[in-house]
């Protein structure tokens, strides 16, 4: 499987983004698909995921209420529309996704054995 992450970029604050995570290689459909970010310093972050096959989703507090995490079947693709964007949101941005995870470990980054390059979001102030 490979992912492409896109959509990255620069926004003001308040403002909003959306990413794509387009895969290839391998039908995903049974996958469970996570977005992560990592800022300079800081450790990888969970932000959103959701089992495909079951549409069971899971976010972090942190972005519960401004990030949305949705899939299109026909693309193969998954997103993670961002509203509200704040200066704390910078960092790089990534997807993964794993096979046979289940519900309690959605926001577990060994959970995913799959990864995309990563796409930088700055949001300025």
């Known amino acids: 499987v490979q992912l492409q992450a896109s959509g990255g970029g620069l926004v003001q604050a308040g403002g909003s983004l959306r990413l794509s995570c387009a895969a290839s290689?391998?039908?995903?459909?049974?996958?469970?698909v996570g977005w992560f970010r990592q800022a300079p310093g800081k450790e990888r972050e969970f932000l959103a995921a959701?089992?495909?096959?079951?549409?069971?989703?899971a976010y972090a507090d942190t972005v519960k209420g401004r990030f949305a995490i949705t899939v299109d079947n026909a693309k193969n693709t998954v997103y993670l529309q961002m509203n509200s964007l704040r200066p704390e949101d910078t960092a790089v941005y990534y997807c993964?996704?794993?096979?046979?995870?289940?519900?309690?470990?959605?926001?577990?980054?060994?959970?995913?054995?799959?990864w995309g390059q990563g796409t930088l979001v700055t949001v300025s102030s």
């Open positions: 959701i089992r495909r096959r079951f549409r069971n989703t």
């Open positions: 290689g391998r039908t995903f459909t049974d996958s469970t």
């Open positions: 993964a996704a794993g096979f046979g995870v289940i519900v309690s470990s959605m926001r577990e980054p060994t959970s995913y054995g799959y």
